[in-house]
């Protein structure tokens, strides 16, 4: 596609449930992030792939959280036992290798837990 | 703490004014970009600086890093309402992985 795609836009969930975020990065990129971004912050590190590898995981909150990249295209965010904290906008960047950091972002997930 | 501060947090100008915002920290970053995002979508990036002192610019917008790679600034000339938006300043640390560390954004409005 032409730019970085995120599925669900929305996702409202209830606390305790799993949620799977989808994210298709441009094609030919080696390069995925994730980052969270709260109300009135700037987006915050998650994780780092190059390539089917995690690269960086460091900013992975707690072990609720995990992420896959399995064949080096689309990756999975994955949520277990979500809590109310968890509510934020997900974002997910792509760039075509290691470029010091600059990444074309997705629109996000707007992750609700009630 | 916060990595990178900036400053303002919040500017509401009116057309045609002239601003600046600032980006700070105490650490050596070997790049750092700056991002406009609008309410909804992901961050777009405007402009990445690598080299200290360097100074870039975009129309009306001029980017400068500085020379010690530890800070940066946002010119914005004759501002217009189409500027409105946050922008966001972020950095790949001197050492550190790929990721960026971002600052909380300005929150730019600029009224007719």
């Known amino acids: 596609g032409a730019g970085v795609s995120q599925t669900p836009s929305n996702k409202v969930t209830e606390k305790g449930k799993y949620v799977e975020l989808r994210c298709d990065p441009i094609?030919?990129?080696?390069?995925l992030y994730w980052y969270r971004q709260s109300l009135g912050q700037g987006p915050e590190f998650l994780i780092y792939?190059?390539?089917?590898?995690?690269?960086?995981d460091s900013g992975l909150p707690n072990d609720r959280f995990f992420a896959v990249r399995p064949e080096g295209s689309v990756s999975t965010l994955k949520i277990q036992r979500t809590e109310r904290g968890d509510s934020a906008v997900y974002l997910c960047a792509s760039s075509p290798g290691p470029t010091g950091g600059e990444a074309f972002f997705g629109q996000g997930t707007r992750l609700t837990v009630v | 703490t916060q990595l990178l501060e900036q400053s303002p947090q919040f500017l509401s100008i009116q057309e045609g004014e002239n601003l600046t915002v600032y980006c700070n920290s105490s650490?050596?970053?070997?790049?750092l970009q700056w991002y406009r995002q609008e309410p909804g979508e992901g961050p777009v990036l405007l402009v990445t600086v690598v080299t200290g002192g360097e100074v870039k610019k975009l129309k009306r917008l001029t980017f400068q890093f500085g020379d010690a790679r530890k800070d940066s600034s946002l010119h914005i000339t004759a501002a217009q309402p189409g500027d409105t938006g946050l922008y966001l300043c972020?950095?790949?640390?001197?050492?550190?992985?790929?990721?960026?560390?971002f600052g909380k954004g300005t929150k730019l409005t600029v009224n007719p």
């Open positions: 972020a950095g790949a640390r001197e050492g550190g992985s790929e990721k960026l560390v």
């Open positions: 792939f190059q390539g089917t590898g995690a690269a960086d």
């Open positions: 650490s050596v970053f070997s790049s």
């Open positions: 094609s030919g990129h080696t390069a």
